[in-house]
């Protein structure tokens, strides 16, 4: 079955700093790859995904992320962060031959810092 | 606008009681599923289904059950109600194809004393 890793529990930055939010995943086959992001008390919204092509992804809100196959990562990133980045971020994977199924990392908080 | 929506935002349940929570979704998507999100454990798959009446067991499945008789409607039905069930819940949807993002309900925040 496909997992997924987010190495850090919490990540802090300053305001106007680059970020790096990291994920590693494990699947057989082709994946698909996902970064969602929670506010207190919401449920996830989509940032952006990895279907295949370009390894650089452009999201919602400044975000990319960018997938590595032979480092099987796929670590979001942002130039300059903001105060109201501040929030959970999960990251999430899918195999191309098991449409149905769908995997979480635990999370990673993300503190932006005036 | 597309949406996910769960009965309820907040529970407040007693041990042994049967407990429904329930989700519905209106973009005609084929695969819905529960997942239960804890501090430091992230999210984990309860139970997913692909078609109306059809359902597989996620990574915990014990304690729980699940019903599909509409393709636009998903609930989880915790059968007795235990503390270790308190949580926040989780239900999604999306299309059949693997590339497509998932939609998420507002949550459920179920607390059993």
């Known amino acids: 079955a496909q997992s997924v890793a987010q190495p850090e529990d919490q990540v802090n930055v300053a305001e106007g700093n680059p970020l790096t939010v990291k994920c590693t995943y494990s699947v057989s086959g082709n994946p698909y790859l996902f970064w969602y992001v929670q506010y207190p008390n919401r449920g996830l919204q989509f940032l952006l995904k990895?279907?295949?092509?370009?390894?650089l992804v452009k999201g919602s809100y400044g975000f990319e992320a960018e997938f590595n196959k032979s480092q099987t990562s796929f670590h979001l990133k942002k130039p300059s962060a903001l105060v109201s980045d501040s929030a959970l971020y999960f990251c999430a994977v899918r195999v191309v031959y098991n449409n149905n199924d769908m995997r979480f990392g635990a999370g990673t908080r993300l503190t932006v810092k005036p | 606008d597309v949406k996910v929506t769960q009965s309820s935002r907040y529970l407040v349940k007693r041990t042994g009681e049967k407990v429904f929570l329930e989700c519905v979704q209106d973009m005609d998507h084929e695969n819905m599923f529960w997942y239960r999100q804890d501090p430091g454990l992230g999210l984990r798959l309860i139970y997913f289904s692909y078609d109306v009446k059809m359902k597989e067991k996620g990574d915990i499945p014990e304690g729980y059950s699940v019903s599909r008789e509409k393709k636009e409607r998903f609930s989880l039905i915790l059968e007795s109600a235990s503390t270790n069930q308190t949580s926040m819940y989780l239900c999604a949807s999306t299309r059949v194809l693997g590339a497509t993002e998932a939609f998420f309900g507002q949550g459920t925040r179920l607390t059993v004393v």
């Open positions: 990895y279907i295949t092509g370009d390894n």
